[in-house]
């Protein structure tokens, strides 16, 4: 122990390094596959209720405030932050210096202190550590996680004894009494969603690949829907899994790493994914056996298990970490209805419609107090939880991006079929990877097409080496009539959500709805 008067200085330590300090410090162990392993207690995914942002003068009318985005004092948060501060003085922490954005202006410069070995660990893993950092000089944002430390709801503020709250004006992020380390990536990903609309740069929840046609493809899409699984196909080459920007000319990723769900993980459906947790990644709430091996089919500890590893353990990974602009976009629906198709060719006006509406399942273990394990939700822009601004903001962005480069938009379900969560089945995910395999190369072009009456959807008649039954989705349902209900209750709900979006009528009847 570090006594008062001479407080510990965060140590700055390599990869290697911070592996055995969080070994030796009891933080978790060493997988047989390599992975160092961890556990995070009950916190084993976000926890929205304890996320807030600092209300100030400069950026309070540019906010979207509400459920989602919480205020909070700046006094209070000047307090909670030289409290939490002190506190890191007199431990044996440690600090990184990273990039968020793989781009040469867009970049954000980040001091990352932590309370623990493997934290700092997982910020190396997930940022980008540049060959040179911040060489433009900008203003460096700094990231205090002292994971282990109490907050005090009645003195400090805080809805609990945890927070994640981000100051824009002082450019701070304070993680206070979090284990789970995707706080880290996520408090950063909102501070660029806030900041990059504003140099015409849209920020995207969505992964991104390149075929070998040199075809770009983003997957919107919430946690567990598909968006890591799907880009890290052994066809294409991977840009990143989760956060990206699209600027004039480009398309770049926010981190260095991925960071995957590993429940179910297995070499046949996943191979990329699962060969790349090894020595040098992360492994976070996964069951080991007693000869330390990972059970991704075990989900004792959390069905929120993940894995954290960089893109150098992805063999065809993008060395630039960016690509040029997006040939197909792809929003990911998990559809627990079964009524939705598992293709949709999407217009302009419905690419507008369905990215505001952000229609999909959330699964429980992805947020902590969510609930039902899995329930339908509609996620503004597919990252409702993580956009500051208002959600025309990035809809704009997007449609403006996708007019000017003329990108092809389409909607891909990775939900069930043949009847309802609990009594369909969930697509294969060797048939979706076909699906947008067929998609990317162009397949899906001028195809003959079919309307799904009541969801005013266009669905491809044929494509290569995928049952036909299952394009439309009433042919794969025995009960008729069930879908039939199953249908008018998702389209109402979709009406029902967008009531609370102010655009132009061609919008809104390009969404799901039935003729008079």
């Not at 009456?453 to 009960?479: H, T, Y």
Request: charged fraction near 20%; hydrophobic fraction near 35%; include cysteine.
């Amino acid at each position: 122990m570090n006594s008062k008067s001479q407080p510990f200085k965060p140590q700055i330590l390599t990869t290697e390094q911070l592996i055995n300090a969080a070994v030796e410090n009891k933080e978790g162990v060493i997988a047989s596959n390599g992975a160092f392993s961890t556990t995070t207690g009950d916190r084993s995914s976000r926890s929205p209720n304890d996320r807030f942002i600092v209300k100030e003068a400069h950026t309070e009318n540019l906010i979207e405030w509400g459920e989602i985005n919480k205020p909070f004092e700046r006094e209070k948060f000047n307090a909670l932050w030289a409290k939490v501060g002190s506190y890191l003085a007199e431990k044996d922490s440690y600090s990184s210096e990273v990039h968020v954005g793989a781009h040469p202006e867009h970049y954000l410069p980040v001091n990352v202190t932590t309370e623990t070995a493997w934290h700092s660990l997982f910020a190396r893993l997930i940022f980008i550590c540049p060959e040179e950092f911040n060489p433009l000089n900008k203003i460096k944002w700094e990231i205090l996680s002292a994971a282990n430390f109490e907050c005090i709801p009645k003195e400090d503020g805080t809805n609990s004894e945890s927070c994640i709250i981000i100051n824009f004006s002082e450019r701070k992020v304070l993680i206070a009494g979090m284990k789970y380390a995707g706080e880290l990536k996520k408090s950063m990903f909102s501070v660029q969603n806030f900041l990059l609309p504003d140099m015409d740069v849209l920020p995207m929840h969505c992964s991104a690949n390149i075929n070998k046609n040199n075809r770009v493809t983003l997957f919107f899409g919430l946690s567990g829907t598909g968006k890591t699984t799907l880009s890290a196909d052994t066809k294409c080459s991977l840009i990143g899994d989760d956060e990206h920007g699209w600027s004039e000319g480009a398309v770049f990723n926010f981190e260095g790493g991925c960071y995957a769900k590993t429940v179910n993980l297995s070499v046949e459906n996943e191979p990329v994914i699962y060969k790349a947790i090894k020595h040098g990644s992360v492994i976070e709430n996964v069951y080991l056996n007693d000869n330390n091996e990972p059970d991704y089919s075990n989900i004792s500890i959390s069905e929120n298990g993940r894995c954290c590893y960089p893109r150098s353990h992805i063999e065809n990974a993008v060395e630039e970490n960016a690509a040029g602009e997006p040939t197909t976009i792809i929003f990911l629906t998990c559809d627990l209805t079964g009524v939705m198709p598992p293709v949709s060719i999407l217009s302009r006006k419905s690419a507008a419609y369905h990215f505001l509406s952000g229609y999909t399942a959330k699964l429980g273990s992805t947020e902590r107090g969510a609930g039902a394990p899995i329930q339908s939700t509609f996620s503004t822009c597919f990252g409702a939880p993580f956009f500051p601004r208002p959600a025309n903001v990035y809809a704009d962005l997007l449609i403006k991006r996708i007019e000017e480069f003329g990108s092809r938009v389409f909607l891909v379900n990775t939900g069930w079929t043949g009847g309802a969560y609990g009594i369909g089945s969930r697509f294969d995910i060797p048939v979706t990877r076909r699906i947008v395999n067929a998609i990317q190369d162009g397949e899906l072009h001028d195809v003959k097409t079919i309307k799904v009456p009541g969801l005013n959807l266009n669905v491809p008649l044929f494509i290569r080496g995928v049952d036909s039954k299952l394009l439309n989705p009433i042919e794969n349902w025995d009960d008729k009539d069930e879908y039939q209900k199953q249908l008018k209750n998702l389209v109402s709900q979709f009406q029902e959500n967008f009531k609370k979006y102010d655009v132009k009528p061609e919008i809104v009847s390009a969404g799901p709805g039935f003729d008079d």
